[in-house]
């Protein structure tokens, strides 16, 4: 089934139908032009379980109703549990959190680092996360996700260090991609063996006194290689080579 016959909805206990949100009905009302009896699948982000289903009423809203379970397994194996992106012009932010999304990352935090080129304020916060959940949604859409990564926005260090607190578990790896010398080769570190927390700069770079904050915090230099990246080919690039180096000290 194509996948943009997919809607994401968190289902209740023993619920035979579900009401699409006004964005999903648009989409399958309006864009896929699909009608009474479509088959779709709905995708529970809260436990992973998808479900067949079909839209049992157009009007005056979508309903669809739950046929059977495809899917039970309630986790997903997901290396970079998240990507810390130094915020860049917006086009980029919002690439980075598209594919971010489509490569199975957890959580994407935006960080505004002291040379982020885009500036923002507390009050674009929430209109700059429900634009990058959206981001998100459809992305994970397209890819055939059965979850959804969370967004989130970090205004300072202090910022970033309570949002990690909240969801790095002891134990994880936490990686920060550096130009710096001292910064070690991503195949020489000790295999990942836990999901890993990921962190690229912006396009100046980190400032010293970040760097140095970052490994008070935990984190680890690493470089991607002899290559000059643009801050979002190193994210795009740094997840993939981080998702290869944990399936393979897996196995």
């Known amino acids: 089934m194509p996948h943009e016959r997919r809607i994401f909805i968190s289902v209740p206990p023993s619920a035979t139908e579900v009401v699409a949100s006004a964005a999903d009905a648009h989409h399958l009302r309006d864009v896929l032009r ?22 049992s009423a157009l009007a005056p809203e979508v309903r669809v109703k739950l046929i059977a379970k495809l899917f039970m397994s309630s986790s997903e194996v997901t290396p970079v549990k998240s990507l810390v992106f130094a915020l860049c012009k917006n086009p980029v932010n919002d690439l980075v959190c598209e594919k971010a999304a489509e490569l199975g990352v957890e959580h994407i935090i935006f960080w505004q680092a002291e040379r982020s080129i885009l500036s923002l304020s507390p009050e674009d916060r929430p209109k700059k996360i429900a634009r990058w959940q959206k981001i998100v949604e459809s992305a994970a859409r397209q890819s055939g996700k059965r979850f959804l990564a969370h967004v989130d926005l970090a205004l300072t260090l202090g910022d970033l260090r309570q949002t990690l607190h909240k969801i790095a578990a002891p134990g994880e790896r936490l990686l920060c991609c550096s130009l710096s010398e001292s910064a070690q080769a991503l195949h020489k570190i000790q295999p990942l063996h836990t999901p890993t927390h990921m962190l690229v700069g912006p396009a100046g770079d980190l400032t010293q006194a970040e760097e140095q904050s970052l490994q008070e915090l935990g984190f680890e230099l690493i470089s991607l290689g002899h290559n000059l990246l643009r801050a979002e080919t190193a994210a795009i690039a740094g997840i993939g080579m981080l998702q290869a180096e944990y399936h393979h000290a897996m196995l």
């Open 34 to 55: 699909l009608s009474e009896g479509a088959h779709l699948t709905v995708a529970d982000p809260s436990t992973g379980i998808e479900y067949d289903a079909v839209i």
